[in-house]
């Protein structure tokens, strides 16, 4: 009986060690990224002008139209779908659970 028990001990342990990894395996470097005409490469620093409603964190996302607002713009409301189209020129307004204003960024 205590042959199986070491026996099992051992099969246990084996079951446990790590494997050795492969030490000839050449290391590859990552291929550079291929861009993608059209794509977005960089975001541009606030063409929309976020800046000017960073006083409005706070506030409820009603006062948003309010604002007289000329360009586009976008209010995200808490976990709702946002479209993935990006424009630089448009200010977006997040808001948070209780529906205030909580971020305002462009995009």
Do not use: S
Not at 53 to 68: D, S
């Amino acid at each position: 009986m205590t042959r199986h028990a070491i026996w099992a001990a051992v099969i246990v342990l084996a079951a446990c060690q790590q494997p050795i990894p492969d030490q000839t395996a050449p290391i590859v470097d990552p291929l550079p990224p291929v861009p993608v005409e059209g794509a977005l490469e960089e975001r541009q620093p606030d063409l929309c002008h976020a800046a000017d409603y960073k006083g409005y964190l706070g506030q409820p996302g009603t006062v948003i139209p309010t604002l007289g607002i000329t360009r586009a713009f976008r209010v995200v409301e808490w976990r709702g779908i946002e479209p993935q189209e990006y424009n630089a020129q448009r200010v977006v307004f997040r808001l948070d659970q209780m529906g205030n204003i909580f971020n305002v960024d462009c995009g």
